[in-house]
């Protein structure tokens, strides 16, 4: 699983950050991401949230309320073809 780390970062670059990397992970054939933003004040956490929300090809993953989450970290789902075909479409 891919960790994006846009902790510390400020909001414009984390933001082209976050895009780039999960593009990146799409074209790679991953399944699952996880997005660390760290606690702060939320404003990276929701600008991540508000990203994955609005591709089509990515979900935010609900965690088990019996296990305990890192606060500080997203996991998102990449609803993306197999590896193969990705691998065919880059030949």
């Known amino acids: 699983m891919r960790?994006?780390?846009?902790?510390k970062l400020r909001f414009e670059e984390a933001r082209i950050k976050l895009e780039r990397e999960?593009?990146?992970?799409?074209?790679d054939?991953?399944?699952?991401?996880?997005?660390?933003h760290g606690i702060g004040e939320g404003v990276l956490r929701r600008m991540a949230i508000d990203y994955v929300t609005?591709?089509?090809f990515l979900k935010l993953v609900e965690s088990d309320p019996m296990f305990r989450q890192?606060?500080?970290?997203t996991l998102v789902e990449i609803?993306?073809?197999s590896k193969?075909?990705?691998?065919r479409l880059k030949a």
């Open 22 to 27: 999960l593009h990146d992970a799409f074209m």
């Open 54 to 56: 609005t591709c089509g």
């Open 29 to 36: 054939g991953e399944t699952y991401v996880e997005i660390l």
């Open 70 to 73: 890192n606060p500080g970290s």
């Open 84 to 87: 193969e075909y990705i691998n």
């Open 79 to 81: 609803l993306a073809p």
């Open 3 to 7: 960790t994006i780390y846009i902790r």
